[in-house]
């Protein structure tokens, strides 16, 4: 295994910056400029898709979650590459199965747009979870650089074919999908030429297969049920305001939920870095490295919430349909400050130190209390405001205790900062709710020089270390 060098990690989180923003670009283009020229039920079925997609990638049953825990600390020289290539023919197999016990499913008891919808999602099942093995061969094996090309190569393909229907005028969800779908064919056709040893050649006898498959299961599937259940903290919230409100509602609150994840894009490609990187790293630099991110991480974010308010103004004049869209936006946006440290650092941090299980109860403890929130709000008080508010508080419960269980790893205490960080989240809610945004705008705007001047001191200490890299470099 080869030591990596702090300039090998600025590397490779520089090119996977620069890769998601080519995402990003493709986000942008998919949540803030398809709503403009297609209808809103469209965008709705198109939202349905979306949402139910999301969870496909559990029918890999933890087999990538467990090859991500087994062999992220090797180079892509070192792999046993037929015994990987066993593994990679079991997930096809399977995938293949559930995919076509799903189209069978959807033609015999679905009609209509919902039978579309279960079709399409039934394929993804395929496209996803190979497109997931073959990102993390790259992320695993620490080639950021050709896992960089690998998502600019795949969205850029996807955000082209986006162009291209709009400027043919289709308005139907499904072609849309239908490209997703392609992107992720074309990112595999793609990933193979640089994988060749990971899909093509012998492979292991079966019984060896079917041990390996056992054993990365068996590592991967707590790992897989705490990364889904991740996922399901939010889209159970959406699911059931999709149960209990119409296809518009539903259209306006999923417009609220992508406009907050185009906030996240930058922190999951510096999340796909670190996590290789730390399992790397010497234990005891480890808490250091924490805490010089977590100083960081919030501070930043919080400040970049105060361009919500602009933001509505520019929205709100291009998207007037949507309108009622970016109040929801003021309320959900404070949990990119959240997923962002558990996306970032709680999660990584946990899996390094081979903490999935905590991870589990943390996440089902959340579910529980999202889903139980979410239908109290939905069926009893009817009062959607309140249910989104409720995902907020969910999340942030999550990200409190999931540090807590770090700090108990790394010695460091964060206690005042939770606190702190509630109170500014309050009262950004608070500011977006109130009907003139310039003056939720000057009163966050307030409240964060205020929490600013507690981390000064931080600051200062960030901006020296950036100095001294700049006079090396």
Not at 121 to 143: D, G, M
Not at 201 to 207: A, H, N, Q, S, V
């Amino acid at each position: 295994m080869k030591k990596i060098e702090f300039h090998q990690v600025k590397r490779g989180i520089f090119l996977s910056v620069f890769a998601q923003m080519i995402s990003l670009a493709v986000s942008f283009l998919l949540n803030l400029i398809v709503p403009k020229f297609i209808d809103e039920y469209q965008y709705s079925y198109w939202q349905t898709y979306m949402l139910y997609i999301a969870y496909v990638g559990i029918l890999h049953f933890g087999l990538l979650d467990g090859i991500v825990l087994r062999y992220s600390q090797y180079d892509y020289e070192e792999l046993d590459q037929p015994r990987l290539r066993s593994q990679f023919q079991f997930l096809l197999t399977v995938t293949s199965i559930a995919s076509i016990l799903g189209i069978l499913t959807a033609s015999l008891f679905f009609e209509n747009v919902s039978r579309i919808i279960v079709i399409l999602i039934a394929v993804s099942i395929v496209t996803k979870n190979l497109f997931t093995y073959t990102s993390y061969s790259f992320q695993i094996t620490n080639r950021i650089h050709r896992y960089a090309f690998l998502v600019i190569a795949q969205r850029s393909f996807y955000g082209i074919g986006i162009v291209l229907l709009l400027i043919l005028g289709v308005e139907h969800f499904y072609w849309f999908c239908i490209f997703d779908l392609c992107s992720d064919l074309f990112g595999v056709f793609l990933g193979s030429f640089y994988n060749k040893g990971l899909y093509f050649g012998k492979t292991i006898p079966l019984k060896d297969t079917i041990a390996e498959t056992r054993t990365n299961i068996k590592s991967g599937a707590i790992l897989l049920v705490a990364n889904w259940s991740s996922v399901f903290l939010i889209g159970s919230a959406k699911m059931i305001v999709q149960w209990r409100w119409d296809e518009l509602v539903f259209g306006k609150v999923a417009f609220a939920f992508s406009a907050s994840n185009l906030f996240l894009s930058f922190v999951t490609a510096i999340s796909v870095v670190l996590f290789p990187t730390l399992k790397r790293l010497e234990q005891d630099r480890l808490p250091v490295v924490y805490k010089s991110i977590r100083d960081l991480i919030s501070p930043v974010l919080f400040w970049m919430m105060l361009f919500y308010f602009p933001g509505c103004l520019i929205l709100e004049a291009w998207l007037p349909k949507y309108s009622e869209s970016l109040i929801y936006l003021g309320i959900l946006l404070p949990i990119i400050v959240y997923t962002s440290k558990v996306s970032l650092l709680t999660n990584n941090y946990l899996k390094a130190y081979r903490k999935e299980r905590s991870m589990l109860a943390v996440n089902l403890l959340t579910i529980v209390l999202s889903v139980g929130i979410s239908s109290v709000c939905a069926f009893w008080l009817e009062d959607l405001r309140t249910l989104l508010i409720g995902v907020v508080a969910a999340i942030m419960v999550r990200s409190i205790l999931s540090e807590v269980i770090v700090m108990r790893e790394i010695g460091i205490r964060f206690v005042a900062d939770f606190f702190i960080e509630a109170v500014v989240t309050i009262c950004f809610i608070v500011c977006a709710l109130l009907p003139k945004p310039w003056l939720g705008c000057a009163i966050y705007g307030g409240i964060l020089l205020i929490y600013s001047l507690r981390y000064r001191n931080n600051f200062r200490t960030m901006l020296e270390r950036i100095r001294k890299k700049i006079l090396k470099g």
